[in-house]
């Protein structure tokens, strides 16, 4: 079945870059997702990737994407304390009219003033 | 733009108390969601809506109903809380098939 890891946590000084990474198991995965959830919030939309791109750039976030070894990447440049929150790797797939979504279980960054 | 909105924001229920949670979406999007998010375990979807007028179990449905009212508004009803529902509830939306889907801010859910 479907499964995606990302490692639980992350601690990174204000100005550097943070990589968050994310390993997902289904190949048939058409959309790859991350969403940042601060304390007490809903999930928000950071970015995504379909999956026959290997890269996508949107300011200070860049996506890169392994397909080969299934392999997600969330790269934030010049991390700022606000960036501290829960990053939510997702693939989707279609699934009988509705889009199914599987999600990881949350990576906690943390930025070090 | 309201987005997602969900009703109430906290609750606290004694074990066997009925609820429902209510959800709305502004963005006429076909499909929606609830799921439940557990410390450790990610999100789980609970039920989902394709379109208006169904209804499908998810991953962790039992314990749950839910009603998509119309194609505005989907509602979760626990009948009787039982402590392992304890949990915060996301109700989500998206357009279709490659569409993400938007979230609400959650309602946090206690049951003693």
């Known amino acids: 079945g479907e499964d995606v890891e990302q490692s639980l946590f992350l601690s990174v000084r204000e100005g550097d870059s943070s990589v968050i990474n994310c390993t997902y198991t289904d190949s048939s995965s058409t959309y790859l997702y991350w969403y940042k959830q601060e304390p007490g919030a809903g999930l928000q939309l950071l970015t995504y990737?379909?999956?026959?791109?290997d890269m996508k750039q949107d300011q200070r976030l860049t996506v890169l994407l392994n397909k080969k070894d299934k392999h997600l990447s969330l790269r934030i440049a010049d991390t700022q304390t606000g960036d501290s929150a829960i990053y939510f790797c997702?693939?989707?797939?279609?699934?009988?009219?509705?889009?199914?979504?599987?999600f990881g279980i949350g990576t906690k960054l943390q930025v070090i003033p | 733009n309201a987005g997602v909105t969900q009703t109430p924001k906290f609750q606290v229920l004694k074990t066997g108390q009925s609820m429902t949670l209510q959800c709305a979406q502004d963005m006429n999007h076909n499909s929606m969601y609830w799921y439940r998010q557990d410390p450790g375990m990610g999100l789980r979807l609970i039920y989902y809506s394709a379109s208006e007028g169904t209804t499908d179990k998810g991953e962790v449905p039992n314990g749950y109903n839910v009603s998509r009212l119309n194609k505005r508004e989907f509602s979760l009803r626990l009948e009787s809380a039982a402590p392992s529902q304890t949990s915060v509830y996301f109700c989500?939306?998206?357009?279709?098939?490659?569409?993400?889907?938007?979230f609400g801010d959650g309602t946090r859910l206690s049951i003693l």
């Open positions: 990737i379909f999956s026959n791109m």
């Open positions: 997702a693939e989707s797939q279609n699934s009988g009219g509705y889009q199914k979504v599987t």
């Open positions: 989500a939306s998206g357009s279709g098939s490659n569409q993400p889907q938007h």
